[in-house]
């Protein structure tokens, strides 16, 4: 795989896929982590007189949307870079080309939300259509860059069709390569006991993931939307809690493996239980299994987190993704925030700790402490895939 860090390119125009998929509240990014993470590629591709068309993707539209338009993000930009930023609204089409063409060295043009077409998505029966939206992305670029890990484990137009129209011009950004470095550290070298945390409101999608850790590591760690699941299936009430009926299966599925590959799968015994997501509400803690119907679980609770820090302590490699809790508000932050002090003290004692996920790093960064970690990773899902599979399928594009 050819790395932007080996590279000498110069005057070229560059397309370069990267994640700024941030979490935005009243119309404000809250954490700008993402954007922050690209800068060192596209301020050197600028340094070394190179034009660049950033193309991402934000939140998950159906169709075109005000909310999801990445215009708040065109404007962030504006103020960070001390080069020339233009927007374009249209993603592929007669519009955006002449901005392309008229792009000079040194200048960057970001694309709508990549999103908004519906051929990003890629079909089946309808590899034609997807190909030749790609190379309406492609036309007039002389290089490819892969900045976003964080969705280098999903296949779609831009992030694995893309890289085969730009066959020895595609490369690896600084980010891209760092995340790989060391979640190969990790990977390879896993000191034990190893420990995965997860947690987060993905479960369908995480829950598969589960299934593949337990292969590698001793522990898992249960919390967030996801552990209602396993309580469900268990026979626990949990209330108007959120998780996935159709996924039970999954859950039971995940014990019995878990019971074959002799790693222990370790659920919350309590919670904060409230009648209303909102900040002023009584709470109780609640057993986690006696939830009561008017009620959910929203955060862990005392006894949980007691019981994870033991765990955590004695833990020599760690892997954490997904909040325990509505950490958005503070009275449902508290898990979270105890499960990153026990993470920071193990690794205070010296175990390899790596967190990843957007909301994880998010949470992380609202509680503005001095926690210690070995690394943090863009990636949720796709740092959970990295530790299963041999390649991600965007990684492995790029590097045919
Ligand atoms: P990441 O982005 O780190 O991969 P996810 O996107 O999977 O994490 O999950 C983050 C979301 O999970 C947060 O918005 C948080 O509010 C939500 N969440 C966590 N615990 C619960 C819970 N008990 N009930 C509802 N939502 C939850
Ligand atoms: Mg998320």
Not at 133 to 157: G, I, P, T, W, Y
Request: charged share 25%.
């Amino acid at each position: 795989m050819k790395l932007l860090s080996n590279s000498k390119i110069k005057n070229s125009k560059v397309l370069m896929r990267v994640d700024f998929n941030v979490p935005i509240k009243n119309g404000n990014i809250t954490d700008a982590t993402r954007i922050l993470n690209a800068l060192p590629s596209i301020q050197y591709l600028l340094k070394n007189n190179n034009a660049i068309v950033l193309i991402s993707h934000l939140g998950r539209p159906k169709r075109k949307s005000k909310k999801e338009s990445l215009f708040i993000v065109y404007k962030y930009l504006v103020k960070l870079l001390e080069f020339p930023v233009f927007f374009s609204e249209q993603i592929i089409g007669d519009e955006v080309d002449k901005k392309k063409e008229n792009l000079k060295l040194g200048e960057v043009l970001l694309i709508e939300n990549i999103r908004f077409e519906n051929k990003e998505k890629l079909e089946n029966n309808n590899f034609e259509k997807n190909i030749f939206f790609a190379k309406q992305l492609a036309n007039q670029m002389d290089f490819f860059v892969n900045e976003a890990f964080a969705c280098s484990h999903r296949e779609s137009s831009s992030m694995t069709l893309l890289p085969m129209l730009f066959s020895k011009k595609k490369l690896a950004g600084f980010l891209l390569e760092k995340e790989i470095k060391y979640l190969n550290k990790a990977k390879h070298n896993s000191l034990k006991p190893f420990t995965a945390i997860i947690g987060g409101s993905k479960i369908s999608t995480k829950i598969k993931l589960i299934k593949k850790l337990l292969i590698i590591c001793d522990n898992i760690i249960l919390g967030g939307a996801m552990a209602h699941t396993f309580i469900v299936f268990l026979k626990g009430k949990v209330g108007s809690s959120l998780f996935e009926e159709d996924q039970l299966l999954e859950a039971a599925n995940i014990l019995k493996e878990a019971k074959k590959y002799n790693c222990k799968i370790h659920l919350p015994i309590d919670c904060v239980s409230t009648q209303k997501i909102s900040n002023n509400q009584i709470i109780q803690f609640r057993k986690i299994n006696k939830v009561p119907n008017n009620e959910m679980s929203v955060d862990i609770g005392p006894d949980s987190l007691n019981l994870f820090h033991k765990i955590i302590i004695e833990s020599k490699t760690i892997l954490w993704n997904g909040p325990m809790g509505i950490f958005e508000l503070s009275a449902f932050s508290n898990g979270t925030r105890m499960i990153a002090n026990s993470i920071s003290k193990a690794t205070e004692l010296g175990s390899y700790s790596i967190i990843g996920g957007g909301d994880s790093i998010a949470a992380i960064n609202s509680f503005n402490e001095n926690f210690k970690f070995s690394y943090l990773s863009t990636g949720g899902g796709a740092m959970l895939e990295f530790f299963k599979k041999d390649n991600l399928p965007a990684i492995s594009a790029l590097a045919e």
